[in-house]
């Protein structure tokens, strides 16, 4: 597999080997010796799956205290996948980092805990899944609003199909600075 730095450390692009052949396609998506090797860790506790339709977006969101490493990718269809930086004393305090997820190009991306997460669906319909280090604590669930000009996010839609709960999420700016993760909430300990 093919593992690409993004511009945001920790934020990882992953991109299985396929092996094609007449019958179709098959790739590992989750190796626990490889994927430490890549530095993320096996300490998976809860899969999810969503399936939506052409124009839902979901995020942007986040758990805090108790924040998810998430392991995302997509079985059906196409997504825009977008990871955050909102910890408040990262020098990228507010730089996002987005990548295209499909069946067909079966990347994967790496969201560490701490990272606020959200993708929008490019597809008639995209079954997204992902592996996550903790588990759903919906007490602690934070998130910021989609569109935030603070943050500036290229979403490649308009007038995106949102829940009411996501409708309803604050700017950053509305966000005290000490309800967001510092880096140390997170950081792996060697
Ligand atoms: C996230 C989650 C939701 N649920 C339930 C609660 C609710 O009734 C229903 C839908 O929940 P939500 O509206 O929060 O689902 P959704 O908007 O898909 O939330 C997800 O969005 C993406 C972007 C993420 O990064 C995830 O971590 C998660 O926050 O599913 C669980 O039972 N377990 C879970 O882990």
Redesign the pocket.
């Known amino acids: 597999m093919k593992v690409t730095e993004t511009t945001l450390p920790g934020v990882l692009l992953i991109e299985p080997r396929l092996f094609g052949d007449s019958r179709g396609a098959f790739w590992e998506t989750w190796n626990a010796t490889r994927y430490a090797e890549a530095g993320i860790p096996s300490a998976f506790v809860?899969d999810?799956v969503?399936r939506?339709s052409r124009g839902v977006l979901?995020?942007?969101?986040?758990?805090h205290p108790q924040a998810?490493g998430?392991l995302?990718q997509v079985l059906q269809g196409e997504v825009f996948d977008v990871a955050v930086d909102l910890r408040r004393d990262s020098p990228c305090f507010g730089q996002w980092v987005g990548a295209t997820l499909s069946v067909e190009n079966a990347r994967q991306l790496w969201?560490p805990p701490g990272f606020h997460?959200?993708?929008c669906v490019l597809s008639d319909v995209a079954v997204?899944c992902?592996k996550?280090t903790d588990?759903?604590a919906?007490q602690t669930?934070l998130?910021v609003l989609w569109n935030d000009p603070d943050i500036g996010i290229d979403w490649p839609l308009e007038d995106p199909i949102l829940?009411d709960?996501?409708v309803a999420l604050p700017r950053v700016s509305e966000v005290a600075r000490d309800r967001l993760p510092s880096i140390a909430d997170y950081e792996v300990v060697e």
């Open positions: 809860q999810n969503s939506s979901r995020g942007l969101h986040l758990q998810q998430k995302v969201v997460h959200g993708f997204f992902y996550c588990f759903y919906p669930e998130g829940s709960k996501d």
